[in-house]
C-alpha cells in the first residue's frame, strides 16, 4: 500500500524538493505550509513531516493536536537548526526522529522508510563555515541530492530566486529593528533553501550571521554573497 505522507513546510522551495524526494518512494504526499493548513486537511496520515519553526507556532504544538486525531501517528521533525537541546527537545515531544536541512533525497527516504518499517539511523548533517573560497552555486552538491536531475534543479533554483529578494528584505528588516528572534527564525528558513539549490556561499554566510547575532559583523559577508547569488 503507498503510504499518505503530510508535510508540514513554509518553505516553497523545500516544500518541493521534499515533496519529490518522498513521491519517489513511491507515496502520496500532501503539503501543508502552516498549523492551519495541516489542521485543515481532514483525511488520516501514515506519516507526518513537520517543520519545527512555522508561522503560526511549533511543531510540536501541531503534532500534539495532530495526535488528537490520530493517537499513534508516527512523525518526523525536520530543521535547519543544528542545536542538540532543540533536537532533545523535539524527540522529547513525540517525534520519532529529527531531519537536519539540508538533508539528500536519498538520506529523507531513508527516514521516512525507516519510521515506517525498520530503524535506520539517520546520517550526520554537515555545518559548513563561510569563505569566499565556496563557490556561489555547488552544482555537484545539489545534484547529488537530487539524483543527478538538472531538469529539477534549474526548477528549485527557479523557486528559490524568486523568494530570495523578499528573504533578504525580511533578514534586513528584523535585523535593523533588532528584533533576534524574527532574523533567527528568516535565516533558518534561508539556509535549508540554499542547501537544497546548492547556493553554498549564501548559506555559509547564512550559517555565520545566524550563529553571530546579536553581533552584525557577518552582515557584509552576507550581503554580498546575496548580491552574488541573484544575479
Known amino acids: 500500500m ?26 502520496t504526499v500532501a503539503c501543508a505550509r502552516s498549523q492551519a493548513e495541516a489542521l485543515g486537511l481532514a483525511e488520516a496520515f501514515d506519516l507526518c513531516l513537520i517543520d519545527a519553526n512555522l508561522p503560526d507556532g511549533r511543531g510540536e504544538d501541531l503534532l500534539q493536536r495532530l495526535r488528537q486525531r490520530q493517537p499513534t501517528l508516527p512523525a518526523l521533525a525536520h530543521t535547519a537548526d543544528h542545536s542538540p537541546a532543540l533536537h532533545a527537545a523535539l524527540c522529547a515531544a513525540g517525534f520519532a526522529a529529527v531531519v537536519v536541512k539540508p538533508v539528500t533525497a536519498a538520506a529523507l527516504r531513508q ?22 573560497d565556496l563557490p556561489v552555486w555547488d552544482d555537484a552538491t545539489a545534484l547529488n541530492a537530487l ?18 529578494d523578499a528573504q533578504a528584505t525580511a533578514i534586513h528588516a528584523a535585523l535593523s529593528e533588532g528584533d533576534w528572534a ?5 535565516l533558518h528558513r534561508l539556509r535549508a533553501s540554499t542547501g537544497f539549490v546548492g547556493a553554498a ?6 550559517q555565520v550571521l545566524d550563529a553571530s547575532l546579536p553581533d552584525l559583523a557577518g552582515q557584509a559577508e552576507f550581503d554580498d554573497a546575496w548580491q552574488q547569488t541573484r544575479q
Open 2 to 27: 503507498t503510504p499518505r505522507i503530510l508535510l508540514v513546510e513554509d518553505d516553497p522551495t523545500t516544500t518541493e524538493f521534499m515533496r519529490v524526494a518522498l513521491e519517489a518512494l513511491p507515496a
Open 111 to 132: 527516514a521516512v522508510l525507516g519510521v515506517l518499517e525498520i530503524d535506520i539511523p539517520l546520517p550526520a548533517a554537515a555545518v559548513r563555515a563561510c569563505s569566499n
Open 147 to 164: 539524483g543527478g536531475n538538472a531538469t529539477h534543479l534549474q526548477t528549485l533554483r527557479g523557486l528559490f530566486l524568486q523568494e530570495l
Open 182 to 186: 524574527a532574523a533567527h527564525q528568516q
Open 201 to 206: 556561499r549564501l548559506q555559509a554566510a547564512a
